[in-house]
Every structure is written in structure tokens, then in C-alpha cells.
T-cell receptor, first 111, second 112 residues
Framework: GENVEQHPSTLSVQEGDSAVIKCTYSDSASNYFPWYKQELGKRPQLIIDIRSNVGEKKDQRIAVTLNKTAKHFSLHITETQPEDSAVYFCAASTGNEKLTFGTGTRLTIIP | DVKVTQSSRYLVKRTGEKVFLECVQDMDHENMFWYRQDPGLGLRLIYF???????EKGDIPEGYSVSREKKERFSLILESASTNQTSMYLCASWGALRGEQFFGPGTRLTVL
């Protein structure tokens, strides 16, 4: 089955700096890659996703890039703010709606 | 707005008890999922269902079963709870229209 690895497990950045979280996947048939954000005590929520026919997608300060050849994808957050502090999960799917999640990255924004 | 609710936010049970966790969604979604979330392990899929009375094993089904008698409701059952099933349990539903999984608030289960 699919295996998704996520790095780093923890990340601290100064407010205003950029943060990058990386994931690799094993199943070359995977074609959908969402990112979820989970704030403390809350449910995970989708923040951005990308499909395999696209190399990059951007939504304001958040962007995701996908390298199908290398089987890795990354989340980029620019101009970080305190409200970006959360746990971020990447996931991969072969399109059958069943997601395999990474182990999560705890992002802390230092004021 | 999509709403996924879970029957309890916190639950404390004894070893050997039968435990029912219920999840309800109000968006007529076809697919529903049960995950457990543990520190450092992320979200791991226990079972999922793509239709009423249909179920599929996820990555860690041992010790669990599920029931989906109605489209809006998906139940996770621990036949005989054990201490290693102490965890946060998250339910999710998926609809084709928006193509994303919506999560419930979670149930933190402690087995003593």
C-alpha cells in the first residue's frame, strides 16, 4: 500500500519568515495530494490540495509543489504569522478517496 | 456548511468493555472514515465505508469493527477495549461535489 513520509516532525520559524514542509510518497499511482492543518484541540481542515496533472498551486501565502518523478511534494508558507502555528499533515491518494497521511509537522511561529 | 459530529468528546472505559463511537454527517456524503490519531504516528485509517452496509478495512483494523446501517451514520465498535486503544478517534466524510474529507471534532478515548 501507499506510504507517506513527512519531514520535519517539528519546525520553528520567526514570524515573517517562510516555512517549508516536505513529503514523499511511494505509490506512483497516487494522483491527489491534500494538506490539512490542525490547530490545537481542533479538527483537521483542508488548506490546499494539488492533483498530479499540476506542478504547483498557490493560495495567498500558501503554495504546494509536486514533483511526480521524484514522488515528493512540499508545502510552502510565506510571511508566517502566529495563527499559522499548528500541526500540518500531508496526504496522498490514488483517487479512491482513501487518504494515506504523513505523521505530521508541528509548526511553531516565534513572535 | 458540512457538519460531521461525533457522539462524545471524551470517553473513559474499562478494559474489556464494549465501546461504541458514533459519527453522523449531514451532507449526504457517500464515503465515511474512521481514523485514530496518536502523537508521532499521524492519522491512521481504521475502516472506511463507501455506501450503506459496505465497509473496507483500513491500515489498522485489528480490534475494531464498524457498522453503517444508514448513510449519515458510521459507527466504530471496540468489541473488547484494551489499554492500547487509548487514543483520539476522528471520523470523516467525503463527498464527490467538493472532493475533500471533512472531519468531526474527535473523541478522546481512555481505556483504563
Amino acid at each position: 500500500g501507499e506510504n507517506v513520509e513527512q519531514h520535519p516532525s517539528t519546525l520553528s520559524v520567526q514570524e515573517g519568515d517562510s516555512a517549508v514542509i516536505k513529503c514523499t510518497y511511494s505509490d506512483s499511482a497516487s494522483n491527489y495530494f491534500p494538506w490539512y492543518k490542525q490547530e490545537l484541540g481542533k479538527r483537521p481542515q483542508l488548506i490546499i490540495d494539488i492533483r498530479s496533472n499540476v506542478g504547483e498551486k498557490k493560495d495567498q501565502r500558501i503554495a504546494v509543489t509536486l514533483n511526480k518523478t521524484a514522488k515528493h511534494f512540499s508545502l510552502h508558507i510565506t510571511e508566517t504569522q502566529p495563527e499559522d502555528s499548528a500541526v500540518y499533515f500531508c496526504a496522498a491518494s490514488t483517487g479512491n478517496e482513501k487518504l494515506t497521511f504523513g505523521t505530521g509537522t508541528r509548526l511553531t511561529i516565534i513572535p | 456548511d458540512v457538519k460531521v459530529t461525533q457522539s462524545s468528546r471524551y470517553l473513559v472505559k474499562r478494559t474489556g468493555e464494549k465501546v461504541f463511537l458514533e459519527c453522523v454527517q449531514d451532507m449526504d456524503h457517500e464515503n465515511m472514515f474512521w481514523y485514530r490519531q496518536d502523537p508521532g504516528l499521524g492519522l491512521r485509517l481504521i475502516y472506511f465505508s463507501y455506501d450503506v452496509k459496505m465497509k473496507e478495512k483500513g491500515d489498522i483494523p485489528e480490534g475494531y469493527s464498524v457498522s453503517r446501517e444508514k448513510k449519515e451514520r458510521f459507527s466504530l465498535i471496540l468489541e473488547s477495549a484494551s489499554t492500547n486503544q487509548t487514543s483520539m478517534y476522528l471520523c470523516a466524510s467525503w463527498g464527490a461535489l467538493r472532493g475533500e474529507q471533512f472531519f468531526g471534532p474527535g473523541t478522546r478515548l481512555t481505556v483504563l
